[in-house]
């Protein structure tokens, strides 16, 4: 649960939606990053990260390993060695995280290496630390009292994307079974999209309602787009969407309770 807090008319609070940083990855554009961090820090905005945000794949058995990707830093007791500087740059920024949630990259080490990085990250930074999925609730208070309730429901992501749909389908599937949820947010594809579903419902007063399911997929900090060869040209692969998405509640009108919400991108 997340409480905030509306003024009334012209009120506005900020989230930072964040996926796929893959942190420890030479690709990472860390100083993208921390200027959204930064902007976020300065705007008293929440920080959500969704998954992947280690990169993780250096391990001994890890058949995607590549000295190419692998910082001289982390040489030494790797694993550690990733924890340590994440939680080093994210350290400023504890106040403002609301949770870190676990993507396949960690989930991977998980199940081969038998160590939570999530779980290990949130605790030296004494944030929430979330599975795969999940829920996340936004209480809006206005004059001391509840006036609106959005739920968030979060998902790393699955499937690859699909280099003409780039994922935007999966979003129907997940509205099927998300009735309660007002907004929808993903990654794992390094694709940026928002599509809006205007869901239709009957309360148990017999009265019926609508309501617009947001859905957001999160771009990545991870460039790995090289325009004369490597790995991404060979398969054809275009370059992908970076930085980080802004989820921004509106009090637009002084009626109580009347509260909107929009994504707006973070490059």
């Known amino acids: 649960m997340v409480a905030t807090t509306s003024t009334g008319a012209g009120w506005a609070q900020d989230f930072l939606l964040i996926a796929d940083v893959h942190f420890d990855n030479p690709h990472c554009k860390r100083g993208l990053l921390r200027q959204h961090l930064d902007m976020a820090q300065e705007r008293g905005a929440g920080i959500l990260i969704v998954g992947d945000w280690f990169d993780a794949m250096q391990s001994r058995d890890d058949p995607r390993r590549s000295k190419a990707s692998l910082s001289p830093d982390f040489l030494v007791d790797y694993i550690d060695s990733v924890i340590d500087d994440s939680v080093a740059f994210l ?3 504890a106040e403002n995280i609301v949770m870190v949630s676990e993507g396949n990259h960690e989930s991977a080490i998980r199940k081969k290496v038998e160590t939570n990085l999530t779980r290990r990250l949130a605790k030296e930074l004494g944030v ?5 999925s999940g829920w996340v609730q936004f209480r809006i208070m206005e004059g001391g009292r509840s006036r609106r309730l959005v739920n968030l429901y979060f998902t790393h992501g699955s499937g690859g994307g699909g280099p003409v749909t780039k994922g935007v ?11 309660d949820a007002q907004i929808v947010v993903s990654g794992h594809i390094h694709e940026y999209w928002t599509v809006v ?8 007063a017999g009265k019926p309602y609508f309501f617009d399911q947001l859905h957001i997929s999160l771009p990545t900090y991870k460039e790995e787009f090289e325009e004369m060869e490597g790995y991404h040209t060979e398969k054809g692969r275009p370059p992908k969407p970076l930085g980080g998405v802004w989820l921004r509640f509106n009090a637009r009108h002084s009626a109580p309770g009347r509260i909107s919400y929009e994504a707006l991108r973070a490059e």
């Open 91 to 93: 350290r400023p920024y």
């Open 128 to 132: 929430e630390a979330m599975r795969y």
């Open 197 to 204: 579903n205007t869901v239709h419902g009957i309360n148990g």
């Open 169 to 179: 389908i999966q979003h129907n599937r997940r509205a099927a079974m998300l009735n």
